[in-house]
């Protein structure tokens, strides 16, 4: 009897964590307010690498102006799939670069979002801190999934739309609570930040194609 009490009373397993994390440190001192007021213009240098790198191009001659080559330059998808589909591969390279582009991208994201005064770098970790473990494809992935998990993510989009329409007013905010304190109220921080994290797991699902697992439904 007193076995199957103690079996009835054991905590359900935790689940584990989802294939992609994301965390980004706090800053608890003074932010600095003169870069914050023009964060807009000091942002511009490195949002230029930004769409450099993620493969932007101008072209005139098209009604949208931006076109975006996403097989020669910014996140690779495209190739991922069918070498993911035809060779049950991805080349650690590609999974490299995807990452590392990830990274940099949130950590421009980071600073136009004032939860860093810290200028964002090419290469280094900084306050932002990104997880995506590289995925053993035959035994982890799904070979036919990536070419619906683009649709399968609709409900994500929409929600995280939502969700960003948020976060936007909360830089706002915390641009002001900057200005008059130098600090980032903490709640709002948590938010934005949860809400990034969020689109990552989107992300790592849809489009990096690093793992099958279908995103949370969460800000946790």
Known sequence: MAKKESKA????????????????DYPDRSLNRLTTFFRIFTVIPIAIIAVLVSGGSFDPSTTNSWTWLYAAGGTLFLPVLLMILFRQKYPRWWFDWNIALTKFSTRVCTYIGLLTDVYPSTDEEQVVHIEIPYPDVPKDLNRWLPLVKWFLA??????????????IV????????????????????????AVSRWGLRVAAYAFLLT????????LD
Not at 170 to 186: K, N, S
Not at 211 to 218: A, G, I, K, Q, V
């Open 9 to 24: 009373s054991e905590a359900p397993p935790t689940p584990p964590a989802y294939p992609a994390s994301l965390t980004i």
């Open 154 to 167: 609709i409900p994500h989009y929409i929600v995280l739309a939502c969700l960003a329409i948020a976060a």
């Open 170 to 193: 909360c830089v706002v905010i915390a641009w002001f609570a900057i200005l008059f304190t130098g600090r980032y109220p903490r709640g709002l921080f948590d938010f934005v930040v």
């Open 211 to 218: 793992t099958d697992r279908y995103p949370l439904f969460s």
